[in-house]
């Protein structure tokens, strides 16, 4: 996955990017909690912000601007959610989403599981933030990933 390449580099950027920014921590699965559905279906990832910040200081920002047909995910009701890159079905994961938080579980190695808020979702736009940080040197990242509905 690229952007999960941004994001898989939202999930590998998420492969250098989601990869990179796997959370530790074995969480359960399951859809339960979970009063808002409008995330299910198709979305077209358009941007992406990607920050870093040393001892809560910006250090660098930057933006990535994609077509929305490059980099697609699919969240299904059922608890599934798959990764295509350019209309390609690349990567299939079971996800969780309650509480305004997204987990997509990584079964190759399931101590690390990518996390995303919803800073927001409308039934046109998808708005994600993954947040990873390195406390032993006071480096945190922040992910921002904008979606359109396909």
């Known amino acids: 996955m690229r952007f999960f390449s941004k994001a898989y580099y939202l999930f590998l950027t998420l492969s250098a990017v989601s990869i990179s920014f796997l959370s530790c921590k ?50 299904k009701s059922k608890g599934v959610v798959n990764f295509y890159e350019e209309g390609i079905l690349s990567q299939t994961y079971d996800f969780s989403y309650a509480n305004n938080q997204i987990i997509i579980f990584d079964d190759t190695d399931p101590l690390y599981n990518d996390t995303m808020n919803v800073k927001s979702v409308s039934s046109e736009k998808l708005v994600l933030v993954q947040k990873w940080d390195e406390p032993s040197i006071g480096e945190l990242f922040i992910s921002t990933l904008t979606f359109v509905r396909k």
Do not use: H
């Open 26 to 75: 074995k969480e359960p699965r399951g859809n339960t909690g979970t009063t808002n559905s409008t995330i299910y279906g198709k979305w077209g990832l358009t941007n992406e912000v990607e920050e870093m910040y040393i001892n809560n200081n910006l250090i660098e920002s930057n933006t990535y601007d994609y077509n929305s047909d490059d980099e697609t995910v699919e969240f």
